[in-house]
């Protein structure tokens, strides 16, 4: 069974451009989740999909962030535009139950992105 | 406000066990502890969950006093492999019971 895929593992991009992350949960897993490290902090998070419903979005950011899973499969963060503070390595997570506690959650390998 | 601290950094040696303690003083009830392990350009991976007394599975032990305000992860005999980040969870329920990450324990395994 394939893991939590994302994609691209690494983009570069200049100030103001937009960038659009892609995650591929596992198959069947309702929960999605979006989570972030920049340089030198903890890993946040960002907001959280049941299906296709944003269940939780309070780590978002700003407004330059938007999430969507529509039709409750594959889910894409896009930046824009982006800035120089949004580098970083961006994870996205799945699970079958909410991830509270007594569940365990999937990571994929994380994107890079990089704004110079 | 973390909800987990643990130690920022650790060193072993081949073949020793290594014990990773985590404070949780403000654990709610229905609150488990769990485990997870990073390695470079990769995304965090389950290791154990527990939550009270004592769990074991194939990878490692976890250890929870019965107040529950820490938590001990135990790795046997670890190897070079082991050299990796862990991170400490309990559920948040400030965000809705969602697990919060710390600073987590980069621990280095020495030949």
């Known amino acids: 069974e394939a893991g939590v895929t994302q994609f691209p593992s690494h983009s570069v991009i200049e100030k103001g451009q937009t960038v659009t992350l892609r995650c591929d949960p596992i198959?069947?897993?309702?929960?999605l989740y979006w989570y972030r490290r920049v340089m030198g902090k903890e890993i946040k998070f960002l907001l959280h999909?049941?299906?296709?419903?944003?269940?939780?979005e309070s780590g978002m950011p700003n407004n330059r962030f938007l999430a969507e899973r529509t039709g409750g499969t594959y889910s894409t963060l896009k930046v824009q535009p982006a800035e120089l503070e949004d580098s970083g390595v961006y994870f996205c997570?799945?699970?079958?139950?909410?991830?509270?506690?007594?569940?365990?959650?999937?990571f994929g390998q994380g994107t890079r992105l990089t704004v110079v | 406000l973390a909800k987990t601290t643990q130690p920022i950094s650790m060193d072993s040696y081949e073949g020793q066990e290594v014990n990773i303690t985590c404070s949780h003083n403000?654990?709610?009830?229905?609150?488990?502890i769990t485990w997870y392990q990073q390695f470079p350009s990769q995304g965090p991976r389950f290791i154990i969950q527990?939550?009270?007394t004592k769990v074991t599975n194939e990878v490692a032990s976890l250890f929870i006093p019965a107040d529950r305000k820490s938590s001990t992860l135990s790795l046997p005999r670890v190897s070079l492999s082991d050299t990796a980040v862990y991170y400490c969870?309990?559920?948040?329920?400030?965000?809705?019971?969602?697990?919060?990450f710390g600073g987590g324990t980069r621990l280095m395994v020495k030949p």
């Open positions: 997570a799945s699970s079958q139950d909410h991830w509270s506690g007594n569940t365990e959650a999937f």
């Open positions: 198959s069947g897993h309702d929960n």
């Open positions: 999909f049941v299906k296709e419903s944003k269940q939780d």
């Open positions: 403000n654990i709610a009830t229905n609150d488990y």
């Open positions: 527990g939550y009270k």
């Open positions: 969870l309990v559920g948040d329920k400030g965000a809705g019971n969602m697990l919060t």
